[in-house]
């Protein structure tokens, strides 16, 4: 696959700089592209690791299809761990299979794919998770300067008062650090809807417990513009190239 574009900057810019922010892949891996040469601007071969492009340059990039590159989106039922699993837990990437796809996936995973969780999604929560080999991915959805928000739908109990909802919005802090603004909606009697922009380690637990409320149900429903929809619980399906576009375009 061979991908092209015009650079329309103002100013030169590092090839390897611009191919990773188009998402066309890293920094590293655009210099390793460079080295084989697969990089052409306006049809001549680039064989500087730090050669700039100039706007109204051209560029071209011969590169093997990210398709080739697994990204599952899974409902993760609750009981299953996101991250490497310790003894006696079942890691989500199991549920991969033949059996629990819906649609079609150029490529099935095996138990030599390695497959990174694209934002944690804890044994007792469920909901939409991203399993992938995607580097570029991977950057764009945890990296530290990705934008994308993520939305949940919890069921707490306790009392749920405009204070509460005042400090879960913004006033809270996990671990000695100030968490950034949320937005809370009180949606149903003992439900809210919490969008947040960071991803702390049992991030929505822990505000909860601070306000005292305690979470009995925890669902993701929308990693940026990738929504989890009506896939069924326990099933999985393969990520299409253009949510792949939508949710890089989206993180910057």
Known sequence: ??????????????????LASEGVCSRREAEALIA???VRIDG????????????????????????????????????YVSAQPEPGQVPAARLLTKENLVGIADTLPTKTTSLAPLGRLDQD?????????????????????SKLDKEYLVRVSGQITDRKLALL?????LDGKQLKPAKIEHVE??????????????????MCELVEL????????????LKLGDLKEGSWRALTSAERDALIQASK
């Open 1 to 18: 696959m061979t991908w092209r574009k015009t650079y329309t900057g103002a100013e030169p810019l590092r090839v390897n700089k611009w």
């Open 125 to 145: 929560s469920r909901g939409l998770l991203l399993l992938s080999e995607d580097g570029v991915l991977a950057k764009a959805l945890i990296g530290e300067t």
């Open 169 to 173: 919005r913004h006033g809270l802090a």
């Open 189 to 206: 009697p003992q439900r809210l809807r919490f969008i947040l922009n960071e991803g702390r380690k049992r991030q929505i637990r822990r």
């Open 44 to 79: 001549q071969r680039v064989e500087d690791a730090g050669r700039k492009i100039e706007p109204g340059q051209t560029i071209e990039v011969a590169k093997a299809d990210a398709g080739a590159l697994i990204t599952a989106v899974l409902n993760k039922p609750i009981g």
């Open 36 to 38: 084989d040469g697969a």
């Open 214 to 225: 305690e979470v009995n149900d925890l669902l993701r429903l929308r990693i940026g513009p």
